[in-house]
Protein backbone atom coordinates (compact mmCIF):
# COMPACT_ATOMS: atom_id res chain seq x y z
CA UNK A 1 0.00 0.00 0.00
CA UNK A 2 2.94 2.50 0.70
CA UNK A 3 4.72 2.41 -2.39
CA UNK A 4 1.12 2.72 -4.58
CA UNK A 5 0.61 5.98 -2.86
CA UNK A 6 -2.36 7.30 -1.91
CA UNK A 7 -4.72 9.91 -3.44
CA UNK A 8 -7.02 10.72 -0.33
CA UNK A 9 -8.19 9.48 2.77
CA UNK A 10 -11.54 10.06 4.61
CA UNK A 11 -11.97 9.42 8.66
CA UNK A 12 -15.62 8.34 8.85
CA UNK A 13 -15.82 7.97 12.67
CA UNK A 14 -13.63 9.10 15.76
CA UNK A 15 -14.90 7.80 19.34
CA UNK A 16 -12.55 8.98 22.60
CA UNK A 17 -14.44 8.39 25.59
CA UNK A 18 -12.09 8.69 28.30
CA UNK A 19 -8.17 6.87 28.27
CA UNK A 20 -8.84 5.05 24.80
CA UNK A 21 -9.85 6.00 21.24
CA UNK A 22 -10.85 4.97 17.78
CA UNK A 23 -11.33 5.94 14.30
CA UNK A 24 -12.39 3.91 10.91
CA UNK A 25 -12.34 5.26 7.45
CA UNK A 26 -11.13 4.56 3.78
CA UNK A 27 -8.16 5.31 1.39
CA UNK A 28 -7.94 5.46 -1.80
CA UNK A 29 -4.77 4.70 -3.97
CA UNK A 30 -3.66 6.22 -7.34
CA UNK A 31 -4.48 3.01 -8.94
CA UNK A 32 -7.97 2.94 -8.14
CA UNK A 33 -7.88 0.32 -4.83
CA UNK A 34 -9.47 1.59 -1.74
CA UNK A 35 -8.59 0.17 1.76
CA UNK A 36 -10.32 0.23 5.15
CA UNK A 37 -8.70 1.70 7.81
CA UNK A 38 -9.18 1.46 11.44
CA UNK A 39 -7.21 3.18 13.97
CA UNK A 40 -7.02 2.23 17.98
CA UNK A 41 -5.27 4.50 20.38
CA UNK A 42 -4.22 4.57 24.24
CA UNK A 43 -4.20 7.97 25.38
CA UNK A 44 -2.25 9.45 28.57
CA UNK A 45 -3.62 13.09 29.87
CA UNK A 46 -3.66 15.19 26.42
CA UNK A 47 -0.93 12.79 24.56
CA UNK A 48 -1.10 9.54 22.61
CA UNK A 49 0.50 7.23 24.40
CA UNK A 50 0.15 3.79 21.79
CA UNK A 51 -1.86 3.37 18.05
CA UNK A 52 -2.50 0.46 16.16
CA UNK A 53 -3.54 0.48 12.59
CA UNK A 54 -4.79 -2.23 10.96
CA UNK A 55 -5.21 -1.97 7.31
CA UNK A 56 -7.46 -4.02 5.02
CA UNK A 57 -8.95 -4.57 1.40
CA UNK A 58 -12.45 -4.19 0.70
CA UNK A 59 -14.44 -7.31 -0.46
CA UNK A 60 -16.55 -6.34 -3.24
CA UNK A 61 -20.11 -7.96 -3.52
CA UNK A 62 -21.98 -8.25 -6.68
CA UNK A 63 -24.18 -5.36 -4.89
CA UNK A 64 -21.39 -3.23 -4.24
CA UNK A 65 -19.00 -2.15 -1.06
CA UNK A 66 -21.92 -3.88 1.03
CA UNK A 67 -19.15 -5.67 3.17
CA UNK A 68 -16.64 -2.72 2.88
CA UNK A 69 -14.87 -3.31 6.51
CA UNK A 70 -14.22 -7.23 5.83
CA UNK A 71 -10.52 -7.36 5.07
CA UNK A 72 -8.83 -10.27 3.52
CA UNK A 73 -7.10 -12.64 6.15
Do not use: C, W
Not at 38 to 66: C, D, E, N, R, W
Request: aromatic share 8%.
Amino acid sequence: MKAEGATGSIIDQILSPGKEGASNGTAKMKKGKEYALSGFYVLQGAKIKTVTHIVSKFKMSPYGKVGRYQGEH
